[in-house]
């Protein structure tokens, strides 16, 4: 009889194993765009290292794709990999750092990823549980493409946190060696978002700390280059547990 306890209870652990929720992380950025050298950026591959790191350390599956690699094709190619192996208790990531402009961000030398486009690749999911935080200019505007309808989809659409609103630009600085927004999350995603200390980061406890850490930095930045950060999407998402510290 113990014998057989032993087999259930080991049979059983097993089932809960292979049910865990997991979660699947797309890590992009570009410092070398492949054009002018007025357009290259400093520190968005850095994001994305020390990112990949922090989300390791949470024991996510993480893919990234940096530089030349940063495709419009490559993304779709990589989050269709995703799509496909996500069942309906699982979260995606996707986190973008680099060039954007209104409606969309900028992957290697200039080509545009659509924010519609970006939906329309992550609504095939079958989780609706979906991330997309993109550290780029104007990237507020991704609240028109999580308002459009899509045809032909499962209907799941991606929450998204964004560096700025539509009309500002997304700042860096020197002495952080990151994007304000990135380190801001970086810095949130290891535990300072931690608002109730119950050793576990939701979404909104990472946008309000987020925005509260931006905030405090634009005090030296002029009037006219202020940033702040947007949350976007269905609020039964914002209690979600993005990161345990």
């Known amino acids: 009889m113990k014998r057989l306890s032993m087999i259930m209870l080991a049979l059983a652990f097993i089932v809960v194993s292979v049910q865990a929720q997991k979660t699947y992380v797309l890590l992009t950025g570009i410092n070398n ?10 520190y968005p591959v850095k994001d ?30 990589k989050l269709d990999a995703i799509i496909k192996l996500a069942r309906p208790a699982d979260r995606i990531i996707f986190f973008f750092s680099g060039h954007g402009g209104s409606g ?3 992957c290697y030398q200039g080509a545009p990823l659509f924010y519609n486009d970006l939906v329309n690749m992550l609504s ?40 700025c609103r539509p009309e500002e630009t997304s700042a860096d600085m020197a002495l ?46 002029p009037a006219d280059a202020q940033m702040h950060p947007q949350l976007i999407g269905s609020t039964s998402l914002y209690n979600t547990v993005i990161a345990k510290w």
């Not at 549980?129 to 493409?145: E, P, R, T």
């Open 124 to 163: 095939k999911a079958k989780t609706n549980q979906i991330f997309c935080f993109i550290d780029a200019c104007h990237s507020g505007s991704a609240l028109s493409a999580t308002l459009a309808g899509n045809a032909n989809l499962n209907g799941a659409k991606p929450v998204f946190i964004t560096a």
């Open 48 to 77: 994305v290292k020390e990112l990949k790191q922090v989300f390791k350390n949470q024991k996510y599956t993480v893919a990234s794709l940096t530089g030349k690699y940063v495709t419009p094709q490559n993304i779709q190619e």
């Open 33 to 42: 765009y492949g054009m002018e050298e007025e357009a290259n950026l400093k």
């Open 104 to 106: 969309a961000v900028a």
């Open 176 to 221: 952080i060696e990151n994007g304000l927004f990135t380190q801001a999350v970086l810095k949130g995603l290891r535990g300072k978002a931690d608002e109730n200390r119950d050793r576990m980061v939701t979404l909104v406890e990472l946008f309000k700390y987020v925005h509260r850490d931006i905030a405090s930095k634009m005090t030296r930045f």
